[in-house]
């Protein structure tokens, strides 16, 4: 899609422009320091959020918001695919700050998790359980307003740390092509399994899918759907299936550009 060719080259110049980057670097590089950055920012996501909710993704092929945070967890940017921000459901914003903040916070510049991955872990008895309740949103920024500004350059979120924990499908790591993990974008409007197709689709548009590693088969952060006769991944990651045809959207989904050439999108039933 001509969108794509046009917003790939751009986000990437207006991500790496702020500073230069290396696997290597001890220090964070904040993808957006200033008003100038996260105006740039926030017109890409919106651009990228609209491509990628009109294509089939499975669900219920609702709108969506998007946000991305940058490596610190502060918001750079809120946008919804819309035109009105009642277009999407309106719990689903803080929604997707949390996944971004999530993927963000449990992803590592070596090996990536992806809000999906933490499912079956915190359920009741999993190792990780009681994850989802750390790290709490922070309720005085989230419901901050004008509500009407919602969604806009000017989201009451962007420049804040809203934090929370969100263990279902839609918040993935942004890595660039030199191995620095920049952030996470985090999506949220429809079912979870189509709100990881849609946030996948908006990494791979933005050219930021440098995935080092991760937990699924293919080395990579993708969803792992659970055994349909056992209901759990033998991975110890696995995600329910949503039930609305989003496997078949997600065995599609490009693959991710790590250094492992072998990585793929697909998903994988464990």
């Not at 790496?16 to 996501?45: F, K, W, Y």
């Not at 803080?94 to 915190?122: D, E, G």
């Not at 989230?142 to 989201?155: E, I, N, Q």
């Not at 969803?223 to 299936?241: A, C, K, M, Q």
């Amino acid at each position: 899609m001509k969108i794509k060719k046009i917003i790939k080259p751009v986000l990437i110049s207006a991500l790496m422009g702020v500073a230069s980057t290396n696997v290597l670097a001890q220090d964070v590089v904040d993808i957006c320091p200033n008003a100038e950055s996260r105006a740039a920012i926030h017109g890409i996501l919106e651009g990228l959020l609209k491509d990628a909710q009109a294509q089939s993704n499975g669900g219920f092929g609702f709108h969506m918001w998007a946000t991305i945070v940058n490596r610190d967890g502060v918001v750079c940017a809120v946008a919804s695919s819309g035109d009105e921000r009642g277009d999407q459901w309106p719990g689903s914003r803080v929604i997707s700050a949390q996944k971004a903040n999530t993927a963000n916070a449990f992803s590592l510049p070596r090996f990536a998790l992806s809000t999906a991955n933490l499912h079956q872990a915190t359920q009741n008895g999993g190792s990780l359980f009681g994850l989802q309740f750390s790290n709490p949103v922070n309720t005085a920024v989230a419901y901050l307003g004008p509500s009407s500004a919602y969604g806009s350059a000017s989201d009451p979120l962007v420049g804040e740390k809203v934090g929370g924990v969100n263990v279902f499908g839609g918040g993935l790591g942004l890595y660039d092509s030199g191995g620095s993990l920049l952030g996470a974008v985090g999506v949220s409007g429809d079912s979870s399994c189509a709100d990881h197709n849609i946030a996948w689709r908006i990494r791979n548009a933005a050219g930021l899918d440098y995935v080092p590693a991760g937990p699924s088969p293919d080395g990579n952060d993708q969803l792992i759907y659970n055994d349909p006769e056992t209901g759990v991944s033998s991975t110890g990651f696995g995600h329910p299936d949503c039930g609305n045809g989003e496997p078949v959207v997600t065995a599609t989904l490009p693959p991710t550009s790590s250094t492992n050439s072998g990585d793929s999108g697909a998903a994988a039933t464990e």
